[in-house]
Nanobody, 116 residues
């Protein structure tokens, strides 16, 4: 199992930026990628973005063009740079290892609140 820890959440005004971090020691050595998800209060969890072990990325339509995911393998860390934030981006953001059947480790999440 891989321990996954998110950080970087907080409160920001609409139009602002935040960078979330997801540290997961060893996740690349077991050939896992990383997904970001978010869950707003009273809503279902929503997939946000993915980065493969090779660095290829994909995004949901709701964040495409505003959010960017990247990874620093030397630091076992994946980042989610969030720009032009909107109130509807308010949610608990979590990351999960992905890409292989054994990549199913979740972090505890970090809260992002965007005020108008």
């Amino acid at each position: 199992r891989v321990q996954v820890v998110e950080s970087g959440g907080g409160s920001v005004q609409a139009g602002g930026s935040l960078r979330l971090s997801c540290r997961a020691p060893g996740f690349t050595s077991v050939n896992c990628g990383m997904d970001w998800y978010r869950q707003a209060a009273g809503k279902q969890r929503e997939w946000v973005s993915s980065i493969s072990t090779y660095g290829s990325t994909s995004y949901s339509d709701s964040v495409k063009g505003r959010f960017t995911t990247s990874q620093d393998k030397a630091k076992d860390t994946v980042y989610l740079q969030m720009n032009s934030l909107k109130p509807e981006d308010t949610a608990m953001y979590s990351c999960k290892t992905s890409g292989k059947w054994w990549c199913e480790d979740w972090g505890q999440g970090t809260q992002v609140t965007v005020s108008s």
